[in-house]
């Protein structure tokens, strides 16, 4: 049983540029949540997707954007980089109807803006 | 709104030491609390949780109990192997059940054969 993965794993842009990053959830799960952890920081809540839609968002601008598509997968956009959009950026996923309270992650897209 | 303080790291250990890594937590309402740590190399997961008071969550060796009373979450482990070594993040849910983490800063601990 896969769990979450998450594409690429290292990529480095200049700032200005667009950046798309890819998660697939767990098997059985429907709930998609994405997370910024810069360098030496706790992981922060970007915004969750469930059905398909954006449900929840955390305190991020309009530069940060997803989509869910109908296999549960998720992407995570990033226009107009900045450097301070360097962090690592994790994907997790949940069953929304059988939600116990864990989040699994995968092992992030590492992101590098020069 | 809601957040997570941890102990500042890193935290350096010898094997078999005890470990004791504090974590305080400010939320309205009354929060699940968790405890996820980040082993080199491999994505977050769960290390242990407590959803209500006084609850205790254990796994691995390592031990915390939500204390409401002091807002305070901290893991605890009585004999720390070199294979423990890792970041742990204290950490909180919405008790609305909105599936959202607020994480701590995190704390890496390495330890010492």
């Known amino acids: 049983d896969a769990g979450v993965t998450q594409s690429p794993t290292h990529l480095i842009k200049t700032r200005g540029q667009q950046v798309t990053l890819r998660c697939s959830p767990k098997?059985?799960?429907?709930?998609v949540s994405w997370y910024q952890q810069a360098l030496g920081q706790g992981p922060q809540f970007i915004f969750q997707?469930?059905?398909?839609?954006?449900?929840q968002r955390g305190n991020f601008p309009d530069r940060f954007s997803g989509h869910q598509f109908p296999n549960y997968s998720s992407e995570l956009n990033v226009n107009a980089l900045l450097l301070g959009d360097s962090a690592l950026y994790l994907c997790?996923?949940?069953?929304?109807?059988?939600?116990?309270?864990?989040?699994?992650f995968g092992e992030g897209s590492r992101l590098t803006v020069l | 709104g809601d957040s997570v303080t941890q102990m500042e790291g890193p935290v350096t250990l010898s094997e078999e030491a005890f470990l004791t890594i504090n974590c305080t937590y400010t939320a309205t309402g009354y929060p699940s609390l968790f405890w996820y740590v980040q082993y080199p190399g491999e994505g977050l997961q769960l290390l242990l949780k407590a959803t209500k008071a006084d609850d205790k969550g254990s796994n691995k060796g390592f031990e915390a109990t939500y204390r409401k009373e002091t807002t305070s979450f901290h893991l605890e482990k009585g004999s720390v192997q070199v294979s423990d070594s890792a970041v742990y993040f204290c950490?909180?849910?919405?008790?609305?059940?909105?599936?959202?983490?607020?994480f701590g800063q995190g704390t890496r601990l390495t330890i010492n054969p």
């Open positions: 098997s059985g799960h429907d709930t």
């Open positions: 997790a996923s949940s069953p929304q109807g059988l939600y116990t309270g864990e989040l699994f």
């Open positions: 997707y469930y059905e398909e839609e954006e449900r």
């Open positions: 950490a909180l849910s919405d008790p609305q059940g909105a599936q959202k983490l607020v």
